[in-house]
């Protein structure tokens, strides 16, 4: 190859590589908070209203990207901290983003942990509408009691039955010239569901996830 083919090619590549075929997937921003309570340091947990989407679930304030609102997903998971948790963005300090989540079903979250400037949580005013109640647990707690582990199977299906019995073909395996195993379901992969029992709740999925990668980057300094 020659060189000025070479330098074109290179000139081509990104400074900082995203993930490839992002666009394809829910874009969304989450704000994991810690505050201090009798000297621990507390992660700060929100159950959702029953009354939205995934209601009832424990997680961390966070939301979805908007491009007519937010310049980047910093700004998106601020944007909802502010909104979820009433509290103004004065006594919000983003401490840093930490790794990207890649989720099962098709969601690449932003991730960021951040410290409420708070003393209790009674400070926070939080939107009643979308949050049935709040509450915290020390970071301690969690490097001390491993979550529990359980294996859910995905798999990837060409074709289904609707609930009026018509077959829809989501993938033309014979029609692309496709090998014969592609005309069933195929994957059968295992994916690991963590989960925790806590003030009458369960923290899991997600949520779990992110608890788990802050605990294994904080080991050292709880």
Known sequence: MNEKLLKKIIDKLPDEPGVMSSSNFLKSSVLASVFEKND????????????????????????????????????????????????????????????????????????????????????????????????????????????????VQMEIKPKYTDDEGNEIVLLPVEELGLPDRYRKSWGLRKHKIYAWKTNGETIWGITAQMVRHICELLKDTI
């Open 40 to 151: 621990e340091l507390h992660l700060i947990f929100q159950k959702r209203n029953s009354s939205i989407r995934q209601g009832g679930e424990i997680c961390f304030p966070g939301g979805r990207f908007d491009d007519m609102l937010d310049k980047n997903m910093l700004e998106t998971a601020v944007r909802e901290t502010i909104e979820e948790m009433g509290i103004s963005k004065d006594n919000i300090l983003v401490l840093g983003q930490i790794d990207t989540l890649v989720a099962s079903m098709g969601a690449v979250i932003t991730c960021f942990l951040g410290e409420l400037k708070i003393d209790d949580l009674s400070e926070l005013n939080f939107n009643k509408d979308e949050v049935e109640r709040i509450f915290s647990v020390p970071i301690s707690w969690f490097m001390e009691n491993p979550a529990l582990e359980y294996n």
